[in-house]
């Protein structure tokens, strides 16, 4: 494999959903202290990243039983996760969303838009990655990712906290 | 593809499917197209051409007859795989995500297989 | 004593003469507004200080007597404890608006000129010939006069249509109220023409109940407009909200007490009244006070909200008065007393209380400019002297323990619980009944003053225009003088409310029937406490170096008992161990930083996302939405049906409370009279002809 994934799989083949589950909430347990809530933020998509985002909580992927949640107030958050292309507009935004996070918080860039900008690079709203204005712990390329790719990337993400001291 | 979902939905009493582990991975994803990988490095002699193509500029020759793919910018449209299959296919792998922003890129020259990570 | 209140009139005459440009000579001319203030605040520290004094020592005085005459009868003035009450509160809440207008005339506020300062003069010189009347004609004369001062008082902003409507509703109620009072003196006199209450006493009590009933409930409605007691309180709340605060204090604080001292009065002649009187009385009480804090709750200017809690405030003094009615006829003077106690205690801290809270609205509306709480915010960091007036008001007036409206009111349920006891089975019940709609106004009373104060003083500026608006005022130590004065008079009498003992039990003796001693009610745990041993084992011994008997109020042997003392000292001592605990050292593994409000990200206003006070209120007004007649009316401005582009929405109550209520059946009625009006036709025949006619008709009923 070209990239990267769980780190666990490299030695174990998982093929025991039940027990990834359960290090699942271990880990974030360890790390947070409770089940993940993520709050999402569009700084300006065209939705096709919002549709596989959404379908993360639909009983095909459903991602509740990870112990992922979506959030609505950065208050409660601890994963921003950062869709679309970044417009003037909303640059302000999401900086203001980012900094009414408490600590320990994650920043996920989901989708090319959010990496680098995707097809709309050259437009004259566009500006630039999201990592310009906020740092960014996991990188989600796709156009659109698939769910499974976001939930990797949470987990990814997730991955970078281990080991550090509360905040 | 709705139908393949309640086939593999009915025939197991459970729609929540499996994350695709390594060899676990579910027939179903064999055809979802996400990003490409380079395959095999770049044999040709004409200056590189590959980059001409790619709508987002996510493939680059950095030097010579090196090919670099920059998946973070890759909408998947498919042109790399379909003008250059000896280079470029379909990874199939449907968990694609890095921690890093360099980890995306991965460079190809010659003699070397594809060098990502 | 006698030479304490007649100063205190001269003083007050004083005023009135100076307040006059009379040219005596080229170089006089009228004093200025501040000099007749001062002396105006003299003349009511000097009545202040007659009331105190009577209250202290016990015993009625006689003033002084006009010499008998045939046309006028025997008019003399005499001073006893209640006289002494009202005397210190009306000269308490006189003293305290005195220095808020003294500051204010010098720049000129409306309501502080020589014309209102002589008016308010003469009110006093008028109510000070009012509580110590003894004969009817001199207190109706009195009456009358000082409700036109009253209604001198909310005409103060004339220019305005809306005041002109209060004043113009203030008089007409008050009218009605004297016509009924005359009726009342009618009835009761007796066929000498002996007006003096003596004679009243004499007659009502060879009389029939029938004629003890109507003239104590002519009496009470009579009297009744000045307090506000429900039905006649419609004029109260444009009244409140138009007067000037210095003015409105004197209303809500002073006069709507001599409404409830005039029920007193004649309950002292007419003798036990029958049982259903009480019944009436005590429900018209429990309806006001359930009305008045529903409509506090929801209204959202601050000075008619005051108005609708005074309402609610005279609704408890009301209910104490009609279980004081109830168990004297049913010869239980125990529970008597304790009824005229709580009354006692709720007038003086509402007086007190309300007074405070109109002089510190007063305030905000100078400084800022709006008294609508939607408009305003955060007023604690602007003005934290006044937020300090108004949270010790509102406490008092929410019934919050240890404060004095707590007291009053446990007081009043207390002997509400206790009619079981005495009273006849169907009083019970009515009274049971009451007490559920009382509770509840009690509940909704606290809500009201607790949204008053955290919309008003907490959070931010709602609108930022007023923020603009609010000029750095220069310091008025007057103004500060006279709402400290009464903050301060206010908490220490409800923090102590067993110190003032010995003056309830002086008034308390007034009253031929309430005569049970006070001994059991406030036990003297201090100087015996074997006897209290129960109390004592409680911790009722604790600061006995207070000069008290006690600090528990124990209503009966199986009734609750209160002590709001030890339940300030136990406040202080818990919160100093919180701040002691706060101060140590603690483990803390998170850092901390400030940051912005979050108010969706897009559009930082923090003040316009704030929960307002018409929100707060919502719930109430859809939990009471068909009593209240609640209608939301949405209405298009702009754009049709299925593309709307502005949206108004109107909000639709019925005020019950003030005469917006009567508009559509006087609507109704003219239409009706409209018929009459034909005969105002202008011929001289036609009038001739109905002259014919009506004298015809008299002759025919003559012959038959």
């Known amino acids: 494999m070209v990239f990267d994934v769980s780190t666990d799989s490299r030695n174990e083949v998982q093929s025991d959903w039940g027990s990834m589950e359960q290090r699942m909430a271990q880990r ?39 112990g992922l949640f979506f959030t609505a107030s950065p208050r409660h958050a601890d994963v921003l996760l950062v869709t679309g292309a970044m417009t003037h507009a909303m640059e302000d935004v999401l900086l203001t969303t980012y900094t009414a996070m408490p600590q320990p918080r994650l920043v996920v860039a989901t989708g090319v838009c959010a990496i680098h900008g995707g097809l709309f690079r050259e437009s004259p709203e566009f500006a630039g990655p999201v990592d310009t204005t906020i740092p960014v712990d996991a990188y989600i390329p796709g156009c659109p990712p698939t769910p499974y790719a976001i939930i990797n990337g949470i987990l990814q993400a997730v991955d970078r906290r281990k080991g550090k001291k509360p905040c | 593809m709705l139908a393949d979902w309640l086939r593999s939905g009915l025939s197991s009493r459970r729609v929540t499917t499996t994350y695709p582990y390594g060899k676990e991975a579910n027939p179903i994803h064999r055809n979802w197209r996400t990003v490409p990988v380079i395959v095999s490095a770049c044999k040709s002699t004409m200056p590189c051409r590959c980059g001409d193509f790619c709508p987002t500029q996510a493939i680059t020759c950095p030097d010579g007859f090196a090919v670099q793919i920059d998946v973070g910018s890759c909408i998947g449209c498919g042109r790399c795989v379909n003008l250059c299959p000896q280079v470029f296919a379909w990874s199939g792998d449907v968990t694609v995500a890095a921690s890093g922003r360099r980890r995306l890129i991965s460079v190809a020259d010659g003699g070397e297989m594809a060098r990502g990570i | 004593m006698l030479t304490c209140l007649a100063l205190s009139i001269a003083v007050f005459l004083g005023v009135v003469l100076l307040a006059v440009p009379v040219k005596l000579t080229a170089q006089t001319k009228a004093a200025k507004p501040t000099v007749l203030w001062s002396l105006f605040g003299l003349g009511a520290a000097l009545q202040a200080s007659v009331g105190i004094a009577d209250l202290a020592t016990d015993g009625v005085r006689n003033l002084w007597s006009l010499p008998s005459s045939s046309i006028l009868g025997h008019w003399s003035f005499q001073l006893n404890p209640l006289a002494g009450l009202m005397f210190s509160l009306l000269g308490l809440v006189g003293l305290a608006s005195a220095l808020v207008a003294l500051q204010h005339s010098r720049h000129r506020s409306a309501g502080t000129g020589r014309g209102m300062a002589s008016i308010a003069a003469l009110q006093y010189i008028f109510t000070a010939f009012l509580v110590t009347a003894t004969n009817a004609i001199p ?3 009195a009456w009358e006069s000082m409700s036109l001062c009253a209604y001198a008082y909310i005409l103060v902003n004339h220019r305005a249509a809306s005041v002109r409507k209060a004043a113009f509703e203030t008089l007409f109620v008050s009218e009605v109220g004297f016509l009924m009072l005359v009726l009342a003196t009618a009835l009761a006199a007796p066929h000498t023409g002996d007006f003096s209450f003596a004679a009243i006493a004499r007659h009502l009590s060879s009389s029939s109940p029938g004629l003890r009933d109507g003239v104590f409930l002519l009496a009470l409605f009579g009297f009744g407009t000045k307090s506000g007691v429900f039905p006649l309180q419609l004029w109260m709340p444009a009244a409140y909200d138009a007067a000037p605060p210095h003015l409105a204090a004197i209303l809500a604080g002073g006069l709507l007490n001599l409404g409830l001292f005039g029920v007193l009065r004649i309950a002292m002649v007419s003798g036990p009244v029958s049982d259903w009187v009480g019944v009436l009385v005590v429900f018209i009480g429990a309806v006001a006070v359930f009305s008045g804090a529903l409509f506090a709750v929801i209204e959202g200017k601050m000075r008619r909200m005051l108005a609708y809690s005074s309402v609610e405030n005279v609704g408890f003094m009301v209910i104490s008065l009609g279980l004081f009615l109830l168990y004297t006829t049913a010869g239980n003077t125990k529970l008597a007393t304790l009824a005229l106690m709580a009354l006692m205690i709720q007038m003086v801290s509402h007086a007190l209380a309300k007074a405070l809270a109109f002089l510190a609205v007063g305030e905000i509306a100078r400084r800022i400019g709006s008294t609508q709480l939607d408009r305003l915010g955060g007023l604690f960091r602007v003005m934290p002297a006044i937020t300090l007036a108004l949270m010790v008001a509102s406490l008092s007036l929410a019934a919050v323990a240890p404060f004095s409206g707590f007291a009053s009111e446990w007081l009043t349920l207390q002997t509400m619980l206790q009619a079981y006891q005495s009273l006849p089975k169907i009083a019970t ?3 049971a009944l009451a007490g559920l709609l009382t509770a509840t106004g009690a509940a909704l009373g606290f809500t009201a003053f607790l949204r008053l104060f955290v919309f008003s003083m907490t959070g931010r500026m709602r609108d930022v225009a007023l923020v603009a608006h609010f000029r750095k005022f220069q310091r008025e130590p007057v103004v500060a003088v006279g709402i400290g004065l009464l903050a301060v008079a206010s908490a220490v009498y409800g923090l102590f409310p067993t110190a003032w003992a010995p003056a309830y039990e002086n008034v308390v003796r007034v009253f031929p029937a309430g005569a049970a001693p006070l001994q059991n009610i406030i036990p003297d745990v201090f100087s015996n406490p074997e006897k209290n041993a129960t109390l004592t084992s409680l911790g009722g011994h604790l600061l006995s170096f207070v000069p008290v008997r006690g600090f528990v109020i124990q209503p009966g042997a199986l009734v609750a008992s209160i002590a709001p003392t030890y339940l300030l000292v136990w406040f202080f001592i818990f919160a100093g161990l919180a701040w002691v605990l706060s101060q140590l050292p603690r483990h803390r593994p998170f850092r901390r930083r400030a940051v912005a409000a979050w108010s969706g990200g897009r559009y930082n206003n923090p003040r316009a996302t704030q929960y307002t006070a018409s929100a707060y209120a919502n719930p109430f007004r859809m939990l009471f939405a068909t009593l209240l007649r609640y209608r939301l009316n949405r209405v298009i401005t702009r754009g049709n049906h299925a593309f709307p582009e502005k949206i108004e929405l109107h909000r639709d109550i019925a005020f019950w409370l003030t005469s917006d209520s009567f508009n559509t059946p006087l609507r109704s009625l ?13 011929y001289l025949w036609g009038y001739l002809l109905t002259i014919l006619v009506a004298l015809g008709l008299l002759l025919v009923w003559a012959v038959l």
């Not at chain 1, 993520?38 to 459903?62: F, K, T």
């Open chain 1, 28 to 66: 974030l347990r360890r790390i947070f202290g409770h089940s993940l809530n993520i709050r999402h933020i569009d700084v300006g998509s065209c939705n096709a990243c919002e549709s596989e985002v959404l379908s993360l909580s639909n009983p095909y992927y459903n991602f509740h039983r990870l």
């Open chain 3, 670 to 682: 003219r239409i009706k009279l409209a018929s009459v009006r034909r005969l105002q036709h202008g």
């Open chain 3, 429 to 431: 019940i009515a009274v």
């Open chain 3, 139 to 141: 207190l109706l004369i």
